[in-house]
């Protein structure tokens, strides 16, 4: 793949590169590479990173990368911006692999689709998160901004599944108004690669998203028809799929399908230690997205909502949070 960067903007570093403790906190750290990515997703809390054009020094992820295999760590996740586009991922990669570091990265899948590329980068990594916001050509352009980003996309996924099973392969949606109506589309891209786990997640009132939240973010109904037949057809294809940051009530009472309810403690993947990262803008405490339960919600008697955001509640209040179905008994 041709390098997509032409200079590289050095910016000052905050404070010291230090391993951090983990104590109870997930078991991968995130290494934030670059700012830059070809998409400008509206909800994205990194979106005005891509105008920085930065660039991290190669020297300083190695560094990193050094005092994560000095403090025993087990895991790295590279990310951006789109980490792909980085002019030294595969060295830095090789790198983290060559650590003992299992090697993860978050991306947009688009520079996958160079076949070349995509031979040199895939064995070095364990797993791989590729971020599908939408299900046709349309809504991804209106969504990313990129005209051809959704057959580029296609492309890079028909490359993945040449690696075969060498690396785990993972799907995040963020759910928005717009891409409600192409979950379908989405699980087509998903279920070719079956045993793959699809993550789908209400939009985080951050970065982006906290200026036009109410124009991004979907209703909690329309969500929960959608979501109606979605689980069984994916089960059906052996993918499954898991959600994050809806209320309990999108789902009824069938709380085993938010993660925010199961699993709490998976919710936030990995974390960005500022000791290992002094560039990136802010953590990603992903938590500080939820607001509270509604009041007269018999899921929050019940302990089972960890409530909806502030910034749903101030957009459309609360009249479409009551969980269909029937109730526990």
């Given at each position: 793949?041709?390098?997509?960067?032409?200079?590289?903007?050095?910016?000052?570093?905050?404070?010291?590169?230090?391993?951090?403790?983990?104590?109870?906190?997930?078991?991968?750290?995130?290494?934030?590479?670059?700012?830059?990515?070809?998409n400008e997703c509206r909800f994205c809390f990194e979106r005005s990173e891509n105008a920085t054009r930065y660039?991290?020094?190669?020297?300083?992820?190695?560094?990193?990368?050094?005092?994560?295999?000095?403090?025993?760590?087990?895991?790295?996740?590279?990310?951006?911006?789109?980490?792909?586009?980085?002019?030294?991922?595969?060295?830095?990669?090789?790198?983290?692999?060559?650590?003992?570091?299992?090697?993860?990265?978050?991306?947009?899948?688009?520079?996958?689709?160079?076949?070349?590329?995509?031979?040199?980068?895939?064995?070095?990594?364990?797993?791989?998160?590729?971020?599908?916001?939408?299900?046709?050509?349309?809504?991804?352009?209106?969504?990313?901004?990129?005209?051809s980003g959704f057959a580029t996309l296609r492309q890079a996924l028909r490359e993945l599944r040449r690696a075969?099973?060498?690396?785990?392969?993972?799907?995040?949606?963020?759910?928005?108004?717009?891409?409600?109506?192409?979950?379908?589309?989405?699980?087509?891209?998903?279920?070719?690669?079956?045993?793959?786990?699809?993550?789908?997640?209400?939009?985080?009132?951050?970065?982006?998203?906290?200026?036009?939240?109410?124009?991004?973010?979907?209703?909690?109904?329309?969500?929960?028809?959608?979501?109606?037949?979605?689980?069984?057809?994916?089960?059906?294809?052996?993918?499954?799929?898991?959600?994050?940051?809806?209320?309990?009530?999108?789902?009824?009472?069938?709380?085993?399908?938010?993660?925010?309810?199961?699993e709490p403690a998976l919710a936030t993947g990995y974390r960005v230690d500022h000791a290992l990262n002094p560039?990136?803008?802010?953590?990603?405490?992903?938590?500080?997205?939820?607001?509270?339960?509604?009041?007269?919600?018999?899921?929050?008697?019940?302990?089972?909502?960890?409530?909806?955001?502030?910034?749903?509640?101030?957009?459309?209040?609360?009249?479409?949070?009551?969980?269909?179905?029937?109730?526990?008994?």
């Open positions: 793949m041709a390098d997509p960067v032409k200079t590289t903007t050095k910016r000052p570093a905050r404070g010291s590169t230090r391993a951090a403790k983990t104590g109870g906190a997930p078991s991968s750290t995130a290494l934030f590479l670059t700012g830059l990515c070809p660039v991290r020094e190669k020297s300083e992820v190695l560094a990193a990368i050094e005092e994560l295999r000095a403090a025993g760590a087990g895991s790295v996740d590279l990310i951006g911006g789109e980490p792909l586009l980085h002019p030294d991922f595969a060295a830095i990669a090789r790198a983290a692999a060559g650590a003992g570091l299992r090697v993860n990265v978050t991306t947009n899948g688009l520079a996958l689709a160079d076949r070349a590329f995509a031979r040199k980068v895939l064995p070095l990594l364990d797993g791989v998160v590729v971020s599908i916001h939408a299900g046709d050509a349309r809504a991804y352009r209106a969504l990313t901004g990129n005209d075969g099973s060498g690396v785990r392969v993972m799907f995040n949606t963020t759910l928005t108004h717009r891409s409600l109506g192409t979950l379908e589309g989405i699980l087509a891209l998903v279920a070719p690669f079956a045993g793959a786990r699809w993550d789908i997640t209400n939009p985080f009132p951050l970065g982006g998203a906290r200026d036009d939240y109410a124009a991004i973010a979907p209703r909690i109904g329309e969500a929960s028809r959608a979501f109606a037949g979605l689980v069984p057809r994916a089960r059906a294809a052996g993918v499954v799929v898991r959600f994050s940051f809806f209320p309990a009530c999108a789902f009824g009472y069938a709380t085993e399908h938010s993660n925010d309810v199961a560039e990136h803008p802010g953590d990603l405490v992903f938590r500080r997205a939820f607001g509270r339960p509604c009041r007269a919600c018999r899921l929050r008697r019940e302990r089972l909502c960890f409530g909806v955001p502030e910034a749903y509640l101030a957009a459309f209040g609360d009249a479409d949070l009551r969980p269909p179905g029937k109730e526990p008994p």
